[in-house]
């Protein structure tokens, strides 16, 4: 069905403009983490940096760890926003004989247009590349508008450490794809708070040791993280 095939589709862009997670052990959340931002602190900054807490309807994904992102992504880097940009769609490639291109054609022979993706997209300024290949500092980040309320919701002059991919087709080229599962905002000027707290224990192992840690910390962190 139609449908079948749209949400294939949808797994398969969430999984390459998702990055991915991690799993690392650290001895304590706390050692070596120096100062914190207080369990009352967050909870405020949460009025102005929500966490990404909804599902996507009708998508069957699975949740991904920080380190899994890191593993999939091209890098890691430190942003601000500086706007958003309008959104754009690309043309799925649908060759002859690939499931993409099946998928396509029951969608033409059930009278429905295939399915083209639309993008949300930020324009961003790179301020640092914690680690991976380099990034131009003026860019732009990226994810599938069907995540419009999962993914999360950037403003103007957030400041943000996320794991990146580099776009592959049509407007993507240039920018970078991202996820709440990638995506920290920084806060406070110098600490971190994460956009997704997760539900496996995995996830939420590696979010409890590090949210609300300084960003220095955090980066040390995610640069010495063991490979998944």
């Known amino acids: 069905m139609a449908r079948e ?3 294939r589709w949808l797994i398969n862009i969430v999984l390459t403009v998702s990055l991915a997670g991690c799993s690392a052990p650290f001895t304590n959340s ?5 100062n914190r931002l207080s369990p009352e602190r967050m909870e405020e900054l949460r009025k102005e940096y929500p966490l990404s807490t909804d599902t ?8 991904v760890s920080f380190r899994e992102i890191m593993d999939f992504a091209d890098s890691v880097i430190v942003a601000e926003v500086e706007s958003s940009l309008p959104n754009f769609s690309v043309d799925l490639p649908a060759e002859p004989g690939t499931p993409e291109g099946d998928f396509a054609e029951k969608d033409r022979a059930a009278g429905l247009v295939p399915y083209k993706p639309e993008f949300i997209t930020y324009k961003v300024k790179v301020d640092k590349v914690v680690t991976g290949e380099d990034v131009e500092k003026d860019t732009f980040l990226f994810y599938n508008a ?3 309320g999962v993914e999360p919701e950037l403003k103007p002059g957030m400041k943000i450490i996320a794991v990146v991919k580099k776009g592959t ?3 993507q080229i240039g920018g970078y794809s991202f996820t709440r599962y990638g995506t920290y905002f920084i ?5 971190v708070l994460a956009a997704y707290e997760g539900e496996s224990e995995k996830t939420l192992d590696f979010m409890e040791q590090t949210n609300g840690i300084q960003l220095d910390v955090f980066m040390d962190k995610i640069k010495n993280l063991p490979k998944g």
Do not use: L, Q, S
């Open 5 to 7: 095939g749209k949400t």
């Open 30 to 34: 706390h050692e070596g983490a120096g």
């Open 56 to 63: 996507p309807v009708m998508i069957n994904i699975r949740e």
């Open 146 to 148: 069907d995540f419009a």
């Open 169 to 171: 087709t049509g407007e």
């Open 187 to 191: 806060v406070d000027d110098d600490y």
